[in-house]
């Protein structure tokens, strides 16, 4: 069993930047299982259902939603433990608590999320 902590969201002005971190933390054998997966960022805005924004896989292949191509990058950090989510270009319709996970995603792998909230 792995715990997965969201942090770095904030306010900010379109066309801002925001970096959001994941960090997986629990046991060496499950987080290595664990880093064995696709991982993904997701996103759910506020009366929408959670919608995948991009996933890294273990041999670093990336995968983007089509609305957030060219201006978010994301990046995984085996050594740290650590997932990033670069977003620049911010617009106020990627304003959502933003969650990480594995792709698929784990059911008892959600974490709390955090907040983005573009203004324009």
């Known amino acids: 069993q792995v715990t997965l902590v969201e942090s770095g969201g904030g306010l900010v002005q379109s066309g801002g930047s925001l970096r959001l971190s994941c960090a997986v933390s629990?046991?060496?054998?499950?987080?290595?299982?664990?880093?064995?997966?696709?991982m993904a960022w997701y996103r759910q805005a506020p009366g929408k259902q959670r919608e995948l924004v991009a996933s890294a896989a273990r041999d670093h292949t990336t995968t983007y939603a089509e609305s957030v191509k060219g201006r978010f990058t994301i990046s995984r950090d085996t050594a740290k433990n650590t997932m990033y989510l670069q977003m620049n270009r911010l617009k106020p319709e990627d304003t959502a608590v933003y969650y990480c996970n594995a792709k698929p995603a784990k059911d008892n792998c959600w974490g709390q999320g955090t907040q983005v909230t573009v203004s324009s």
């Open positions: 629990g046991g060496v054998l499950s987080r290595s299982a664990f880093w064995t997966n696709t």
